[in-house]
């Protein structure tokens, strides 16, 4: 395909470094035909309220065409909306919408893996000898029968799966249905890519990629070893999945990778201010593949790990060693911040709910995530402390939470719809019966309800963001943090002539923070009512305070 674009000096290629970008779900944000289920003309309806928020771009998560056994990430068209979203014409209109009102838009893009109807699976199985018979992940069984080796899928049970066609085990790190496509055949990168730029002459600004160090395995399909029980952790996935019980060295996070991200990379730089940000799903080394995916400038522009997302409560001494510990192993690189997504409990039940104020809380850990050094995602309904949804097994449609429930109940909880208007049907989402039930708690936490209202959390991520683009040195600047104890986190943050000090308190009881005894300049216009003395500042229960060194 034909070039259109090429880079414009006067355009900001930074404009991601520092970016706030809001995740939409599109089946569950705005329903426009009564079906049920959100679609590209929803968003479109909603998108001046995305853009009063202040945010700098919206990423939507798949709508491609596909069967949904995993809700749009098994994608059967690269290089075409389902009909359950839209249409291209649909996709163009929401994307010309979006830039008037000065919103870059960036799409999910899952190359992995494809569904299992996708014309390149249904030729790969028919037969060992056709054209495309390389372009997945296929081994002979051991003789005994059983499968190569001994990698699990994230959704349970082994990663192999046996086609009769073929007589051979294909390789799907999830779904069976979701076979993952062989990136060490060069064909494949390069179709890859093809439909990388397709959507790049649609007018894209950017890409968020899917499960980005699960493209390569290792070509030697080695056993991954154990991993002794100390080091196991939940932070890629639930704690009753045996995933966790490898050390995955073999099935992911392998070198090769680094070749195809650079490949990637340069494709992007002929547009001009084009970005990609990739999930990186690693228990073990997740800021160390971080670090590789976006170091020296010549792969991915920004990567997110799962320090965040994990069910851990986030604490002043975690957010400290994250920050200092990319810093270490990626001081040229930059990440992509997050406490919640469409794969994880809610922060509003996964971490609030047990304080003393869960509003307030929620204010003080949303200020904190917007002033790390990196870029930020917001999920769709966390503007407005929207909690888990609590589903009955029969409303469940996520085939994770049926395969794992009740221990583990799915990623249903967090993808309920949106709620705009808290006396209209189904919250102002659908008309009709929504493909997830609207949770009668969260009508009470309804857009119009929160909606100019001072006190309101929604409020409050307008008030923040506006100070925040007031402050660049909080989008882009160093970060270098200052000794504190307890619940308390300080750092400075730096970008030019401009030194911005971060404080706060997340616990529920006052608290002081010491300076190093230098006049402090107190910031207005965040919200928040820190105090600052000579050197200190005094913060209440969930409190903040922001200033700058005289």
């Not at 853009?51 to 075409?80: E, T």
């Not at 750092?491 to 002539?497: A, S």
């Not at 608290?511 to 402090?520: C, H, K, P």
Request: glycine share 8%; hydrophobic share 35%; charged share 25%.
């Amino acid at each position: 395909m034909k070039v259109t674009s090429r880079p414009d000096p006067a355009v900001d290629r930074d404009w991601w470094r520092g970016a706030v970008i809001y995740q939409i779900y599109p089946r569950s944000y705005q329903d426009s035909n009564s079906d049920g289920i959100g679609d590209l003309k929803g968003i479109v309806q909603r998108l001046p309220y995305i853009a009063s928020l202040g945010v700098d771009a919206i990423w939507i998560s798949p709508f491609f065409k596909s069967p949904m056994k995993d809700f749009g990430y098994d994608v059967s068209d690269y290089c075409d909306v389902d009909p359950m979203f839209g249409t291209l014409a649909d996709f163009d209109a929401l994307t010309a919408e979006a830039h008037r009102l000065g919103l870059k838009v960036m799409i999910d893009e899952v190359l992995s893996h494809t569904a299992d109807i996708h014309p390149w699976f249904k030729e790969s199985r028919s037969s060992r000898t056709n054209a495309k018979a390389d372009w997945y992940v296929w081994a002979d069984a051991k003789p005994d029968g059983t499968p190569p080796n001994n990698w699990l899928s994230i959704f349970g049970g082994s990663a192999w799966q046996w086609d009769t066609s073929r007589q051979q085990y294909y390789l799907h790190n999830f779904l069976a249905e979701q076979p993952d496509l062989n990136f060490h055949n060069s064909e494949v990168q390069d179709a890859l890519l093809d439909v990388t730029r397709f959507w790049l002459e649609r007018g894209v600004d950017g890409f968020r990629l899917d499960t980005i160090n699960f493209y390569f395995h290792s070509q030697g399909l080695e056993n991954n070893p154990p991993l002794p029980p100390e080091e196991r952790n939940d932070q890629t996935a639930p704690a009753v999945n045996p995933y966790n019980y490898q050390d995955h060295l073999y099935d992911k996070s392998r070198p090769e990778n680094l070749g195809f991200l650079e490949r990637f990379r340069a494709l992007l730089d002929e547009y001009p201010a084009q970005a990609a940000v990739g999930e990186v799903g690693d228990s073990q080394r997740g800021l160390e593949v971080v670090a590789a995916y976006t170091a020296g400038g010549k792969r991915v522009h920004m990567c997110y790990s799962f320090d965040f997302l994990a069910p851990e409560k986030i604490s002043a001494a975690k957010v400290r060693s994250v920050l200092e510990a990319f810093g270490k192993v990626a001081s040229d690189g930059w990440s992509c911040w997050a406490f919640s997504n469409h794969d994880v409990m809610r922060p509003a039940s996964r971490w609030a709910a047990g304080e003393v104020d869960p509003t307030a809380y929620l204010k003080v850990i949303s200020a904190l995530l917007m002033s790390l050094r990196g870029s930020v995602c917001i999920y769709q309904g966390e503007e407005l402390g929207l909690g888990e949804a609590e589903l009955q097994f029969e409303d469940l449609q996520d085939p994770y939470g049926i395969r794992f429930w009740p221990e583990f109940k799915g990623r249903d909880g967090c993808r309920t719809p949106m709620v705009w208007d808290a006396a209209a049907r189904n919250g102002g989402f659908s008309t009709a019966k929504p493909w997830l039930p609207v949770p009668g708690k969260h009508l009470s936490q309804a857009v119009n309800v929160q909606q100019g209202d001072v006190n309101s959390l929604l409020e409050h991520y307008r008030r923040f963001l506006a100070f925040r683009r007031q402050h660049p040195a909080l989008a882009k600047g160093d970060i270098t943090f200052i000794e504190s104890e307890g619940d308390t986190v300080a750092f400075t943050r730096r970008e030019g002539n401009e030194q911005v000090v971060c404080v706060f308190n997340l616990g529920s009881k006052p608290a002081e923070v010491a300076l190093g005894g230098q006049a402090l300049q107190p910031l207005a216009g965040h919200g928040f009512s820190g105090q600052s003395g000579t050197g200190s500042v005094r913060l209440g229960g969930y409190g903040a305070w922001f200033g700058r060194i005289d």
